[in-house]
Nanobody, 124 residues
Framework: QLQASGGGLVQAGGSLRLSCAAS????????MGWFRQAPGKEREFVAA????????HYADFVKGRFTISRDTIKNMVYLQMNTLKPEDTAVYYC???????????????????WGQGTQVTVSS
C-alpha cells in the first residue's frame, strides 16, 4: 500500500515536497516512481528511482527542478519540486514496481502498486 501526501496550493516559482509512505510490504527492492495527471490529460511519468537510490530518471520537463529520493529504511519516497510552474498542476501519484527497467521506466504498466494521489495546484 502506498500513501502520497504533501500536495497543496503554491504560487509559481514556489516549492513543495511530496512524500510517499509504503506499508504492508517491503518495497526496498522495487523501483519507485512518481506520475501525474492533469485535468483532461493522460497520466504521465515524472520521475523514478532505483531500489538502491543510486539511479534516478526524470521526464525532460522536470529536469533541474524536481528531485526524487528515497529512504529505504523508513520505506519512504520523496519528490522535491522547485521552481513550480502552473503547468505542473496535477494530481501526483507514487507507484512501485518489481520489474521496472530502463526500457519501461516511464510506462505505467510495470508499476504494480499505486498510491491514491495528492493534488498539486500552482497558481500564476
Amino acid at each position: 500500500q502506498l500513501q502520497a501526501s504533501g500536495g497543496g496550493l503554491v504560487q509559481a516559482g514556489g516549492s513543495l515536497r511530496l512524500s510517499c509512505a509504503a506499508s504492508g510490504r517491503t518495497f526496498s527492492s522495487y523501483v519507485m516512481g512518481w506520475f501525474r495527471q492533469a485535468p483532461g490529460k493522460e497520466r504521465e511519468f515524472v520521475a523514478a528511482i532505483s531500489w538502491s537510490g543510486a539511479t534516478t530518471h526524470y521526464a525532460d520537463f522536470v529536469k533541474g527542478r524536481f528531485t526524487i529520493s528515497r529512504d529505504t529504511i523508513k520505506n519512504m519516497v520523496y519528490l522535491q519540486m522547485n521552481t513550480l510552474k502552473p503547468e505542473d498542476t496535477a494530481v501526483y501519484y507514487c507507484a512501485a514496481g518489481p520489474e521496472v527497467t530502463l526500457r519501461n521506466i516511464a510506462r505505467q504498466y510495470p508499476y504494480d502498486y499505486w498510491g491514491q494521489g495528492t493534488q498539486v495546484t500552482v497558481s500564476s
